[in-house]
Protein backbone atom coordinates (compact mmCIF):
# COMPACT_ATOMS: atom_id res chain seq x y z
CA UNK A 1 0.00 0.00 0.00
CA UNK A 2 1.28 3.13 -1.23
CA UNK A 3 -1.29 5.95 -0.28
CA UNK A 4 -0.20 10.12 0.14
CA UNK A 5 -2.10 12.09 2.28
CA UNK A 6 -2.93 15.37 0.59
CA UNK A 7 -4.68 18.42 1.64
CA UNK A 8 -7.50 20.66 1.03
CA UNK A 9 -7.72 24.03 2.01
CA UNK A 10 -11.30 26.34 1.26
CA UNK A 11 -10.95 30.00 3.08
CA UNK A 12 -14.33 31.94 3.58
CA UNK A 13 -14.06 35.49 5.32
CA UNK A 14 -16.38 36.73 7.46
CA UNK A 15 -17.27 40.55 8.69
CA UNK A 16 -20.15 40.09 10.59
CA UNK A 17 -21.07 37.70 7.99
CA UNK A 18 -19.68 35.52 5.24
CA UNK A 19 -18.37 38.06 2.88
CA UNK A 20 -15.78 35.98 0.49
CA UNK A 21 -15.10 33.01 0.23
CA UNK A 22 -14.25 29.88 -3.41
CA UNK A 23 -17.96 30.74 -4.63
CA UNK A 24 -17.77 34.47 -5.31
CA UNK A 25 -13.87 34.72 -6.07
CA UNK A 26 -15.24 31.99 -9.12
CA UNK A 27 -17.83 34.06 -10.06
CA UNK A 28 -16.11 37.15 -10.24
CA UNK A 29 -13.08 35.56 -11.89
CA UNK A 30 -16.04 34.80 -14.56
CA UNK A 31 -17.19 37.73 -14.69
CA UNK A 32 -13.80 39.02 -15.85
CA UNK A 33 -13.66 36.79 -18.17
CA UNK A 34 -17.58 36.74 -20.02
CA UNK A 35 -17.92 40.51 -18.98
CA UNK A 36 -21.39 39.23 -17.79
CA UNK A 37 -23.02 38.38 -14.48
CA UNK A 38 -25.59 36.08 -16.47
CA UNK A 39 -22.81 34.74 -18.54
CA UNK A 40 -20.60 34.20 -15.74
CA UNK A 41 -23.57 32.38 -13.64
CA UNK A 42 -24.88 30.50 -16.72
CA UNK A 43 -20.78 29.27 -17.27
CA UNK A 44 -20.69 27.53 -13.84
CA UNK A 45 -24.05 26.01 -13.42
CA UNK A 46 -25.54 28.81 -11.43
CA UNK A 47 -29.00 30.31 -11.60
CA UNK A 48 -28.61 34.16 -12.12
CA UNK A 49 -30.80 34.54 -9.34
CA UNK A 50 -28.05 33.07 -7.20
CA UNK A 51 -25.68 35.08 -8.28
CA UNK A 52 -27.00 37.80 -7.84
CA UNK A 53 -28.34 36.53 -4.12
CA UNK A 54 -24.38 35.56 -3.43
CA UNK A 55 -23.09 38.74 -5.13
CA UNK A 56 -25.30 41.35 -3.20
CA UNK A 57 -24.91 39.78 -0.06
CA UNK A 58 -21.11 39.77 -0.45
CA UNK A 59 -21.12 43.57 -1.12
CA UNK A 60 -23.53 44.48 1.71
CA UNK A 61 -20.89 42.49 4.02
CA UNK A 62 -17.86 43.69 2.80
CA UNK A 63 -19.61 47.48 2.47
CA UNK A 64 -18.53 47.92 -1.02
CA UNK A 65 -19.96 47.39 -4.55
CA UNK A 66 -17.88 44.39 -6.64
CA UNK A 67 -19.38 44.55 -9.71
CA UNK A 68 -19.73 48.06 -12.35
CA UNK A 69 -22.18 48.24 -15.41
CA UNK A 70 -19.44 49.05 -18.41
CA UNK A 71 -20.74 51.10 -22.03
CA UNK A 72 -19.48 50.39 -24.84
CA UNK A 73 -15.29 49.91 -25.25
CA UNK A 74 -14.05 47.33 -26.97
CA UNK A 75 -16.11 44.49 -24.95
CA UNK A 76 -19.10 46.69 -25.78
CA UNK A 77 -20.20 47.25 -22.61
CA UNK A 78 -21.55 44.60 -19.64
CA UNK A 79 -20.31 43.75 -15.97
CA UNK A 80 -16.73 44.67 -14.88
CA UNK A 81 -14.95 44.59 -11.36
CA UNK A 82 -14.81 47.38 -9.72
CA UNK A 83 -11.10 48.56 -8.26
CA UNK A 84 -12.07 47.34 -5.10
CA UNK A 85 -13.41 43.58 -6.17
CA UNK A 86 -10.21 43.25 -8.34
CA UNK A 87 -8.01 44.32 -5.10
CA UNK A 88 -10.13 41.98 -3.02
CA UNK A 89 -9.55 39.03 -5.79
CA UNK A 90 -5.70 39.38 -5.57
CA UNK A 91 -5.37 39.60 -2.13
CA UNK A 92 -7.84 36.35 -1.18
CA UNK A 93 -6.01 34.18 -4.39
CA UNK A 94 -2.70 35.27 -2.90
CA UNK A 95 -3.94 34.52 0.65
CA UNK A 96 -5.41 30.96 -0.29
CA UNK A 97 -2.03 30.33 -1.97
CA UNK A 98 0.24 31.02 0.88
CA UNK A 99 -1.82 29.05 3.24
CA UNK A 100 -2.31 25.94 0.45
CA UNK A 101 1.89 26.05 -0.09
CA UNK A 102 2.49 26.32 4.32
CA UNK A 103 -0.18 23.76 4.99
CA UNK A 104 1.61 21.37 2.73
CA UNK A 105 4.94 22.14 4.05
CA UNK A 106 3.36 21.25 7.18
CA UNK A 107 1.66 17.69 6.28
CA UNK A 108 4.82 15.84 6.13
CA UNK A 109 5.78 16.86 9.91
CA UNK A 110 2.30 16.76 11.20
CA UNK A 111 1.41 13.31 9.29
CA UNK A 112 4.76 11.07 9.19
CA UNK A 113 2.93 8.63 11.32
CA UNK A 114 0.95 7.52 8.47
CA UNK A 115 3.64 7.04 6.27
CA UNK A 116 5.18 4.86 8.77
CA UNK A 117 1.77 2.93 9.39
CA UNK A 118 2.05 2.62 5.75
CA UNK A 119 5.35 0.69 5.45
CA UNK A 120 4.62 -1.49 8.00
CA UNK A 121 1.63 -2.90 6.28
CA UNK A 122 3.74 -4.03 3.54
CA UNK B 1 -17.97 51.29 9.77
CA UNK B 2 -15.25 49.23 11.40
CA UNK B 3 -15.42 46.21 10.28
CA UNK B 4 -12.89 43.54 10.65
CA UNK B 5 -12.02 40.54 8.37
CA UNK B 6 -11.73 37.05 9.89
CA UNK B 7 -11.26 33.69 8.43
CA UNK B 8 -12.74 30.22 8.60
CA UNK B 9 -10.23 27.53 7.44
CA UNK B 10 -11.70 24.40 6.59
CA UNK B 11 -9.35 21.25 5.95
CA UNK B 12 -10.29 18.40 4.25
CA UNK B 13 -7.39 15.66 3.59
CA UNK B 14 -7.75 12.75 0.52
CA UNK B 15 -5.61 9.91 -0.29
CA UNK B 16 -7.17 8.34 -3.10
CA UNK B 17 -10.58 9.77 -2.13
CA UNK B 18 -11.49 12.26 0.83
CA UNK B 19 -10.29 10.32 4.10
CA UNK B 20 -10.31 13.03 6.63
CA UNK B 21 -12.29 16.23 7.87
CA UNK B 22 -14.08 18.10 10.39
CA UNK B 23 -17.49 15.85 10.21
CA UNK B 24 -15.25 12.64 10.65
CA UNK B 25 -13.11 14.82 13.37
CA UNK B 26 -16.41 15.88 15.54
CA UNK B 27 -17.57 12.37 15.11
CA UNK B 28 -14.74 10.55 16.63
CA UNK B 29 -14.44 13.41 19.28
CA UNK B 30 -17.87 12.97 20.42
CA UNK B 31 -17.07 8.67 20.16
CA UNK B 32 -14.46 9.20 23.06
CA UNK B 33 -16.92 11.67 24.88
CA UNK B 34 -19.62 8.87 24.75
CA UNK B 35 -18.56 5.75 24.18
CA UNK B 36 -20.65 4.79 21.34
CA UNK B 37 -21.08 5.62 17.71
CA UNK B 38 -24.89 5.59 18.17
CA UNK B 39 -24.98 8.34 21.00
CA UNK B 40 -21.83 10.26 18.73
CA UNK B 41 -23.96 10.35 15.98
CA UNK B 42 -27.14 11.24 17.95
CA UNK B 43 -25.54 14.24 19.44
CA UNK B 44 -24.47 16.18 16.48
CA UNK B 45 -28.17 15.30 14.97
CA UNK B 46 -26.62 12.79 12.85
CA UNK B 47 -28.85 9.67 11.90
CA UNK B 48 -26.59 6.52 12.77
CA UNK B 49 -26.42 5.45 9.40
CA UNK B 50 -25.18 8.45 7.92
CA UNK B 51 -22.39 8.33 11.25
CA UNK B 52 -21.53 4.77 9.84
CA UNK B 53 -21.09 5.32 6.51
CA UNK B 54 -19.18 8.33 6.73
CA UNK B 55 -16.77 6.01 9.34
CA UNK B 56 -16.76 3.03 7.12
CA UNK B 57 -15.64 5.67 4.19
CA UNK B 58 -12.93 7.28 6.23
CA UNK B 59 -11.68 4.30 7.04
CA UNK B 60 -11.06 2.68 3.61
CA UNK B 61 -9.59 5.58 2.39
CA UNK B 62 -7.68 5.68 4.59
CA UNK B 63 -6.52 2.20 5.05
CA UNK B 64 -6.51 1.33 8.65
CA UNK B 65 -10.22 0.89 11.64
CA UNK B 66 -10.80 4.14 13.48
CA UNK B 67 -13.41 2.39 16.04
CA UNK B 68 -13.05 -0.92 17.95
CA UNK B 69 -15.55 -2.37 20.70
CA UNK B 70 -14.58 -2.55 24.12
CA UNK B 71 -15.99 -4.90 26.82
CA UNK B 72 -16.40 -4.03 30.25
CA UNK B 73 -14.06 -1.88 31.93
CA UNK B 74 -15.34 1.48 33.81
CA UNK B 75 -17.39 2.67 30.85
CA UNK B 76 -19.13 -0.75 30.72
CA UNK B 77 -18.22 -1.74 27.13
CA UNK B 78 -19.12 0.08 23.78
CA UNK B 79 -17.22 2.06 21.16
CA UNK B 80 -13.34 3.30 22.01
CA UNK B 81 -10.56 4.81 19.00
CA UNK B 82 -8.37 3.13 18.07
CA UNK B 83 -4.60 3.98 18.49
CA UNK B 84 -4.14 4.98 14.88
CA UNK B 85 -7.19 6.70 15.37
CA UNK B 86 -5.96 8.49 18.15
CA UNK B 87 -2.93 9.55 16.41
CA UNK B 88 -4.84 10.58 13.63
CA UNK B 89 -7.27 13.36 15.29
CA UNK B 90 -4.25 14.66 17.31
CA UNK B 91 -2.29 15.01 13.87
CA UNK B 92 -5.53 16.91 12.26
CA UNK B 93 -6.22 19.16 15.07
CA UNK B 94 -3.02 20.43 15.60
CA UNK B 95 -2.45 20.31 12.17
CA UNK B 96 -5.77 22.51 11.57
CA UNK B 97 -4.25 24.69 14.80
CA UNK B 98 -1.62 25.72 13.13
CA UNK B 99 -2.71 26.54 9.67
CA UNK B 100 -5.84 28.79 11.17
CA UNK B 101 -2.82 30.42 13.39
CA UNK B 102 -0.40 31.09 10.34
CA UNK B 103 -3.72 32.35 8.46
CA UNK B 104 -4.25 34.93 11.37
CA UNK B 105 -0.89 36.48 11.19
CA UNK B 106 -1.28 36.58 7.02
CA UNK B 107 -4.37 38.45 7.08
CA UNK B 108 -3.30 41.78 8.15
CA UNK B 109 -0.39 42.09 5.65
CA UNK B 110 -3.08 40.36 2.50
CA UNK B 111 -5.90 42.40 3.23
CA UNK B 112 -4.42 45.81 4.75
CA UNK B 113 -6.17 47.77 1.69
CA UNK B 114 -9.38 46.74 3.13
CA UNK B 115 -8.89 48.53 7.22
CA UNK B 116 -7.50 51.47 4.77
CA UNK B 117 -11.12 51.21 2.73
CA UNK B 118 -12.73 51.62 5.51
CA UNK B 119 -11.20 54.60 7.10
CA UNK B 120 -11.50 56.35 3.99
CA UNK B 121 -15.34 56.37 3.87
CA UNK B 122 -15.42 57.53 7.27
Known amino acids: MDRQLNAKISVRLFTDEKCFGPGIASLLRRVKK ?15 SKAWTILKSCEEHLGFKLLHSTVGGKNGGGAALTENAEMMLTAYDEYCAQIKAYADNLMEEKFSFYQTLQSNEE
Open 34 to 48: YHSLRSAAASMGMAY
